[in-house]
């Protein structure tokens, strides 16, 4: 495990990607179920509960891609749902907020205090994106976080979103730590040319 102060102190960015790193990604995905399968209660009669399990097992088991399939053949939904789901997916208004991982707000508050500075460079639907964003508990860093969506120019692995990040704030390569936990961004960070960190590595104290 590893502390703020065992990094390099010449790290002056810190870039993080979002689901998976700052906070679990189920923890959003899991309400955004609850409150569909609420809405089949009310508009097919289907079992809530049961359609919730149903979900979440075919989360763990076969990827979220595969959710609303498993529902509908089980539970007989209508094709029609699927719009309903796409777009629940993308604009939930959560009953909870989303928590940051402990080690991870630890660790932006650290850079903050160091005045370093913080992006989130994440994949994915940015309209989805920012959605999670604007729901997770930042516990007041919300001013210090500079965001970028990749989607907008090219996904990650790909190195178009960072390229300009960099450029964009005038940083050196050497200067820059990318906080993440998949292949994708090991690989955009090595075709980068800035170090990586996964988030499994800092420790909670």
Known sequence: MIK?????????????ELDDVLYPEKDYLYQVYYLFTAFLEYTELINAKQA???MVDT???????????????KFNIEEKYRHNFNHL??????????????????????????????????????????NKIKQT????LEPYLI???????????????IDLLIKNH?????????????????????????DLIKPIEFSQV
């Open 170 to 194: 005038n940083l050196q390569r050497r200067n820059v730590l990318m906080i993440g936990n998949s292949d994708i961004d090991r690989q955009c960070a090595d075709a980068s040319g800035i």
């Open 89 to 130: 997916n993308t604009t939930a208004k959560l009953p909870l907020k989303l928590l940051l991982d402990q080690s991870m707000l630890n660790l932006l508050q650290d850079v903050v205090i160091d005045r370093k500075k913080i992006f989130i460079l994440t994949n994915g639907n940015p309209v989805q994106q920012l």
């Open 147 to 161: 965001c970028y969506f990749a989607n907008e120019t090219v996904p990650k692995p790909e190195t178009d979103s």
């Open 59 to 73: 989360y763990l088991s076969e990827g979220k891609e595969m959710v609303f399939d498993r529902l509908q053949r």
């Open 52 to 54: 919730t399990s149903c």
């Open 4 to 16: 703020y102060s065992d990094i390099d102190p010449r790290k002056e960015a810190f870039v993080f």
């Open 137 to 140: 508990e930042w516990h007041g």
